[in-house]
T-cell receptor
Framework: DAGVTQSPTHLIKTRGQQVTLRCSPKSGHDTVSWYQQALGQGPQFIFQYYEEEERQRGNFPDRFSGHQFPNYSSELNVNALLLGDSALYLC???????????????FGSGTQLSVL | DAKTTQPPSMDCAEGRAANLPCNHSTISGNEYVYWYRQIHSQGPQYIIHGLKNNETNEMASLIITEDRKSSTLILPHATLRDTAVYYCIVKNQGGKLIFGQGTELSVKP
């Protein structure tokens, strides 16, 4: 049973460029969340997708957008990259509807984005 | 979501129990306590969660005080592979998982 898979594992971009990160959830999961983790910090919640719609959003600007496909996979898009966007981007999946037992998040290993 | 307070770092001898404390004095009645850990260069891993009662699974035990204002994660026989950052999080059902700074646990031979 494949867990959460993310691609690519590493990425280097320059300021002003746009980037797309991809995530396939764990088998049987239909909800995807994205997190940004700066060096030495805990992960910060970006947004969550369910039924191809953004359901919750953290304190991130509109430059961060996402998409969920009918097969539950998801993309994170970041426009007009800034140096401060350099971070590990984590995808996590879970089941829905929400209950105490299916709220466990399963995380991928992340995409390390470096903005030069 | 309530905030949590954890010590920034702890050491534990291999084979001994690791007891990681967490304070969450502003927790609401419908908020659960979750624990995740993150081993270097990997995504966070779910460990355990609970509401009121103590919980145990194959990885750890979670002890929640009667007033629910604090909890302790117990790794009964720590190994070198348990070296990681441990995050204590309180959230209600459907709420966002908000990570703090966590506790960096070092298990030493």
């Amino acid at each position: 049973d494949a867990g959460v898979t993310q691609s690519p594992t590493h990425l280097i971009k320059t300021r002003g460029q746009q980037v797309t990160l991809r995530c396939s959830p764990k088998s049987g999961h239909d909800t995807v969340s994205w997190y940004q983790q700066a060096l030495g910090q805990g992960p910060q919640f970006i947004f969550q997708y369910y039924e191809e719609e953004e359901r919750q959003r953290g304190n991130f600007p509109d430059r961060f957008s996402g998409h969920q496909f009918p097969n539950y996979s998801s993309e994170l898009n970041v426009n007009a990259l800034l140096l401060g966007d350099s971070a590990l981007y984590l995808c996590a999946s879970s089941g829905y509807p929400v209950s105490s037992t299916n709220e466990k998040l399963f995380f991928g290993s992340g995409t390390q984005l470096s903005v030069l | 979501d309530a905030k949590t307070t954890q010590p920034p770092s702890m050491d534990c001898a291999e084979g001994r129990a690791a007891n990681l404390p967490c304070n969450h004095s502003t927790i609401s009645g419908n908020e659960y306590v979750y624990w995740y850990r993150q081993i270097h260069s990997q995504g966070p891993q779910y460990i355990i969660h609970g509401l009121k009662n103590n919980e145990t699974n194959e990885m750890a035990s979670l002890i929640i005080t009667e007033d629910r204002k604090s909890s302790t994660l117990i790794l009964p026989h720590a190994t070198l592979r348990d070296t990681a950052v441990y995050y204590c999080i309180v959230k209600n059902q459907g709420g966002k998982l908000i990570f703090g700074q966590g506790t960096e646990l070092s298990v030493k031979p």
